[in-house]
């Protein structure tokens, strides 16, 4: 039988919107010492805007079309940036075929007999293919995200987008820190993004450019060290690791694979919900004793 304060106090979490699915994973949230989060749709809203566009040997329109062609296939928050701009305008779509997604790396398809990629610059990297560094770092030291397009494996160009840092979240890392609770961003993003959206958070420690079984082992490191670890996620990419978390925590307005792989559920996606789990864990299971 479930004792009756976990069984009122689940009631009054679902009362906070908070989804709880592990009763055995919300009583260990009392007892957590490191709270990792992903960083796109988690730590930011995920709601990309495109801020700098540049073509290289092609027309900006024909890059654009191409482009938003094949992320009206995607669901991550990236595409869902793209297509909201491209519709805004009214740009025409080309025929798409073969879609396949690289999780953690971005995406590939073909349209008009050419093979399309878009994809990281952690990607790009481990192609050699040239790209200018130098403006590349510019848009990056701004906090954009920029992803690049590659056509037959050759460079067309690159967009540059920015997300917004929720303000929630860095109310979380400071309450998190008050509660000698370490923070962690965990992303697959690039290093320099990633350290810009920290700084803003101030959060203990950014981890950037891991793929999304990376994500899952860097969470069994952390378990391995003996911690008590929280994952906070939203993405496909993120749901090894909230499945391997001792407390997986999804973003509401998150992937259903992220969701189906967590303990609790977030259901206004709100960061500082991880917070509220903590202290309901803490003075429910409290009670008990
Ligand atoms: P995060 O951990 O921040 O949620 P992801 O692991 O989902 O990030 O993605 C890592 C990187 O892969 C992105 O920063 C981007 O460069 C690239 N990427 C992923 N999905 C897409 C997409 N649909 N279009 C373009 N690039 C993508
Ligand atoms: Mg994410």
Do not use: C, W
């Not at 960083?39 to 329109?61: R, V």
């Not at 079309?65 to 595409?79: K, L």
């Not at 999780?103 to 790009?124: D, F, H, Q, R």
């Not at 749901?239 to 977030?266: H, N, Q, R, W, Y």
């Amino acid at each position: 039988a479930t004792p009756l304060v976990t069984a009122v106090s689940t009631s009054i979490g679902a009362k906070r919107g908070l989804l709880i699915r592990n009763r055995a994973a919300f009583e260990s949230a009392r007892n957590l010492d490191t709270v990792v989060f992903d960083k796109t749709g988690t730590l930011t809203e995920g709601e990309f805007g495109i801020t700098d566009i540049q073509e290289i040997g092609i027309s900006q329109e024909r890059l654009l079309e191409i482009v938003y062609s094949v992320e009206a296939n995607s669901e991550h928050p990236i595409a869902k940036g793209i297509v909201k701009e491209g519709k805004k305008l009214n740009l025409k779509t080309k025929e798409v075929s073969n879609f396949q997604s690289l999780p953690g790396k971005g995406l590939k398809a073909t349209v008009e007999g050419n093979e399309i990629m878009i994809v990281s610059p952690g990607y790009i990297r481990t192609q050699k293919i040239y790209f200018d560094q130098n403006h590349y770092e510019k848009l990056a030291q701004e906090g954009k995200t920029v992803v690049f397009v590659l056509q037959n494996n050759t460079l067309i160009g690159y967009i540059a987008l920015s997300d917004i840092v929720r303000e929630t979240a860095k109310e979380a890392i400071k309450s998190l820190k008050s509660m000698n609770i370490e923070s962690i961003m965990l992303t697959g993003d690039n290093q320099r993004v990633a350290s810009y959206v920290g700084k803003i958070l101030k959060i203990d420690k950014v981890i950037a450019e891991v793929l999304p079984q990376e994500k899952s082992d860097r969470i069994d490191e952390l378990i391995k060290q003996g911690k008590k670890v929280a994952m906070t996620g939203d993405g496909v990419n993120d749901a090894p690791s909230l499945a391997k978390a001792d407390l997986g925590i999804a973003i509401g307005a998150g992937t259903d694979v992220a969701i189906e792989s967590a303990d609790i559920i977030l259901v206004r996606s709100n960061p500082l919900d991880v917070v509220n789990i903590i202290k309901l864990s803490k003075a429910t299971y409290k009670k008990m004793i």
